[in-house]
T-cell receptor, first 116, second 111 residues
Framework: DVKVTQSSRYLVKRTGEKVFLECVQDMDHENMFWYRQDPGLGLRLIYFSYDVKMKEKGDIPEGYSVSREKKERFSLILESASTNQTSMYLC???????????????FGPGTRLTVL | GNSVTQMEGPVTLSEEAFLTINCTYTATGYPSLFWYVQYPGEGLQLLLKATKADDKGSNKGFEATYRKETTSFHLEKGSVQVSDSAVYFCALSGGYNKLIFGAGTRLAVHP
């Protein structure tokens, strides 16, 4: 049974704090993704990684960075949290690095981050 | 660029009613198309998918057909249940398995 876990379900931080969101998958997948979900906007891709120490910007990378030191773990970092980063953050991982467009992405339960 | 447009919600139905949620897309090439569902308090899970034109994806009584000529992938169910209440996302695949999502449609089913 595939599993993607995220370190926190709910998080409250203050403006200017450095925030780490962790995602772990136990499926030995190469690809991992970070999305943010906002009402009326759907999910938007922040960053993704297709291998250890590799990263690529998604559609909205500003204000974020990522770290992939181990295959199973992909961290999203908010260098200096701002109120407009209040959102639901979802981590996802598809099974293959081949880029088969039909592959299912497996999602974590999400982290609801509030920045005060 | 690639994009997905789906009907705005919320959609409110009575139990056993027929459901249609419209989804159209713009894409270069031949992407795969997906419907994901998010139940309250949970992450997204795949509902169904279609990988080429004229394919029909189906699961849990839901169906969607990949229509290349109309660039559509509408979600249908003949008889909805209260347990179908959720947010539904239409999506298409980009390179590296990236998904491009629509805005989501909230469905509320009442007894």
């Amino acid at each position: 049974d595939v599993k993607v876990t995220q370190s926190s379900r709910y998080l409250v931080k203050r403006t200017g704090e450095k925030v780490f969101l962790e995602c772990v998958q136990d499926m030995d997948h190469e690809n991992m993704f970070w999305y943010r979900q906002d009402p009326g906007l759907g999910l938007r891709l922040i960053y993704f990684s297709y291998d250890v120490k590799m990263k690529e910007k998604g559609d909205i990378p500003e204000g974020y960075s990522v770290s992939r030191e181990k295959k199973e773990r992909f961290s999203l970092i908010l260098e200096s949290a701002s109120t407009n980063q209040t959102s639901m953050y979802l981590c996802a991982s598809p099974p293959r690095t081949s880029g088969n467009p039909g592959d299912t992405q497996y999602f974590g339960p999400g982290t609801r981050l509030t920045v005060l | 660029g690639n994009s997905v447009t789906q009907m705005e919600g919320p959609v409110t139905l009575s139990e056993e009613a027929f459901l249609t949620i419209n989804c159209t897309y713009t894409a270069t090439g031949y992407p795969s198309l997906f419907w994901y569902v998010q139940y309250p308090g949970e992450g997204l899970q795949l509902l169904l998918k279609a990988t080429k034109a004229d394919d029909k994806g189906s699961n849990k009584g839901f169906e969607a057909t990949y229509r290349k000529e109309t660039t559509s992938f509408h979600l249908e169910k003949g008889s909805v249940q209260v347990s179908d209440s959720a947010v539904y996302f239409c999506a298409l695949s980009g390179g590296y398995n990236k998904l491009i999502f629509g805005a989501g449609t909230r469905l509320a089913v009442h007894p």
